[in-house]
């Protein structure tokens, strides 16, 4: 009977429960200062997983808008980045030419402090020879009232010969390379005894040696690959010891009493920034060559002959 | 199985709906999915099936929305949907523009019945005058949204049925 009665009036019933149940609810829920009850906990239940995963999905469709739609602020930003770069890369490239630089200067300077019998002048390289025919850098002079520059003096630097100076103009200097088909200087093979006079040939990295055949020293000692050619000092032009190149090759051509080798020069003649001019320098007596303790040593002074030229 | 349809694509709306205009600063323009689903389930749905579908949709808002003592949207939703039932001789809700004018008018009274059933029911409730202010807004929202889910809430009770025939022909 009850079972009839419940599904004749079903509708209703549902009806009236659907009305009344969220009053009731209401009525509950409305009431201040409750504890969070068991319904509102199973609905926080069926919701929140809900919010948890579309917020997720939101989430990374916003990451892609972000990437990919709304690019106008990181265009923006790359560009100021872009800015920021190109100024940062010259900051670099100063810094790095900058310690470049020290690390040259360095150099010079520990070879000025190792080679204390030599008077020198720093001097910058400005500029090159522009014709094909010579070898010649163009240097400003660093140091003000030099009075005793002149065309002959020896160009230096820590590597070894540079060249001469040729033409002097102010604080301008036109300094011939050792490497042009004009130059000359008397050199020696480190070592091994062995004199002769090295003459340029015009090519950047390439100069040949004219040797005074010594037979019997050549013979004793062969000149090989590798060879370190230095000044000796002779040409009062090169104070001695002071590095040319390197015998590129053992074989030699003769000419006449002569034989000729090719030297690689000692120099990096491309990269070239600064260099020594030779104003004297005091030859060292070797302590076998003199008698007293303060006679040992003793330096001479040597005038450098701008007379003594490879023409002169 | 169209009344499951209904309520998972409705629970689903709603799901969304929180995050995504959290996301956007636009939580006060959000349209009423509920107002809008009942409005659907008495116009496509049966008395008692919908009407349940309804409370339980009414029952997840107030899942979404604890702010308000819950039962205040499934009371809404459910009177709503009684009241689209009562005015369903007298309303074509094929036509978008009638369906759109019905939807502003079914969020205008849902957020009167929302406001009387806070004042009577929820001693801390005194937004009165925002919900007054927002009246308008909900309703003209709704209404552009009632086309567009009215659409979806179509296509997903014909899925379902769909699916659902096409289970039981296997069997």
Known sequence: ?312 | MNYVAWLLVTWLLLGLESPLLGSFSSQLFAPDVLVITAMFAAHRGGLLPGILTVFIIGLLKDGFCLAAPVGVFAEVGVLVFLGMRLASRHTDLRSPVSLMATAAIATLVATGLFMMFETIFHREFGSHAQALRMALPLSLITMLAAPLQFALLDRAGRLFERRSSAGSMFR
């Not at chain 1, 590597?159 to 042009?180: N, P």
């Open chain 1, 1 to 312: 009977m009850f079972r009839d009665l419940l599904q004749r009036y079903q509708g209703t019933l549902l009806l009236g429960l659907v009305l009344i149940l969220p009053l009731a609810l209401m009525y509950w829920h409305g009431k201040p200062n409750r504890n969070t009850s068991p319904i509102e906990k199973v609905l926080m239940a069926l919701t929140a997983p809900m919010q948890a995963v579309t917020r997720a999905s939101l989430g990374s469709v916003g990451g892609v808008v972000d990437d990919y739609v709304l690019l106008t602020k990181t265009k923006r930003n790359n560009e100021e980045l872009k800015r920021d770069n190109r100024l940062l890369l010259g900051e670099a490239l100063k810094s790095r030419a900058l310690q470049e630089e020290l690390r040259r200067l360095k150099k010079l300077c520990d070879f000025k402090q190792g080679r204390k019998e030599l008077d020198t002048v720093p001097a910058k390289v400005i500029g090159r020879e522009v014709s094909q025919f010579f070898r010649v850098l163009r240097v400003r002079i660093d140091v003000d009232g030099i009075e005793n520059l002149r065309p002959g003096l020896a160009v230096i630097t820590h590597g070894g010969v540079v060249g001469r100076i040729e033409k002097v103009s102010g604080d301008w200097a036109d300094v011939m390379l050792v490497t042009d088909s004009r130059s000359q200087a008397h050199a020696s093979i480190s070592g091994k005894g062995v004199v002769g006079t090295v003459k340029g040939k015009g090519r950047r990295k390439q100069f040949g040696v004219e040797f005074v055949h010594l037979d019997r020293a050549v013979r004793r000692t062969p000149i090989a690959p590798g060879d370190a050619v230095v000044t000796t000092g002779h040409d009062r032009v090169f104070p001695p010891g002071l590095e040319i190149g390197h015998v590129a090759s053992g074989k030699s051509t003769q000419r006449g009493p002569y034989h000729e080798y090719t030297l690689t020069p000692a120099v990096a003649f491309a990269t070239l920034e600064e260099v020594l001019i030779v104003t004297g320098y005091r030859a060292v007596v070797k302590d076998s060559d003199s008698l007293p303790a303060p006679e040992a040593a003793r330096r001479k002074r040597v005038r450098v002959d701008p007379a003594n030229t490879p023409d002169g």
